[in-house]
């Protein structure tokens, strides 16, 4: 279902850049080879492969977050930059660069994963929970009392990464709740306990 609707989502960007002329200059959108790479999935990436990522310092990784400034302001992923998803086309990000982009919910991040594939880019890929994924499973990560020895050993990984971005393990019993609190961001970057904003599972 997942896969239909973000192909559903491939035909109506299409169809919204089809009369660019930038598009027009750059080659006919290939709709059949999006569709596969939503299929093959192909398109996103995880909040810990991004965590991952951002880590290691990548130097090639532009994080972009397509949200409004307030949203943006109010808290963001580290490193990440602000570009609204009306302003994608007209941005300076580069073919030869590992670009995420990133929403609320992730809807919005996918559509623009969908305009910038029909601009040409190609190492492109979206967070698909967006930033409710990255407070889940990197803010705060938790691991399910009943898991298995692999997925204990996997979330034991994880936390090493979560740690580096202040993240707090909660407790296993705790049912994830759809509509998370973010923590309190300076314009440093860095974190702190406080509620400043709240993200939706659904959101855009």
Request: hydrophobic share 45%; charged share 20%.
């Amino acid at each position: 279902m997942r896969a239909l609707a973000y192909t559903a989502m491939v035909l109506g960007g299409s169809a919204a850049v089809a009369g660019s002329p930038f598009v027009a200059n750059h080659g006919s959108v290939d709709v059949l080879a999006l569709s596969r790479s939503i299929a093959d999935e192909r398109d996103h990436v995880t909040a810990v492969e991004l965590a991952a990522w951002i880590k290691e310092r990548r130097p090639d990784l532009r994080v972009v977050d397509v949200r409004t400034a307030e949203e943006f302001d109010a808290y963001h992923v580290p490193t990440a930059e602000r570009i609204p998803i009306d302003s994608i086309g007209l941005s300076t990000l580069r073919p030869s660069e590992l670009i995420v982009l990133y929403s609320e919910g992730g809807a919005h991040a996918a559509q623009a994963w969908v305009l910038l594939r029909a601009l040409g880019y190609r190492n492109v890929y979206f967070l698909r929970g967006g930033l409710y994924e990255w407070i889940e499973q990197i803010m705060s990560p938790s691991l399910a009392a009943d898991a298995s020895p692999k997925d204990s050993a996997a979330f034991a990984k994880n936390m090493e990464i979560s740690r580096y971005f202040g993240g707090v393990a909660r407790a296993s019993s705790i049912v994830p709740d759809p509509v998370l609190t973010l923590p309190r961001q300076s314009a440093g970057g860095s974190t702190s306990t406080g509620a400043v904003a709240r993200v939706r599972r659904r959101g855009c």
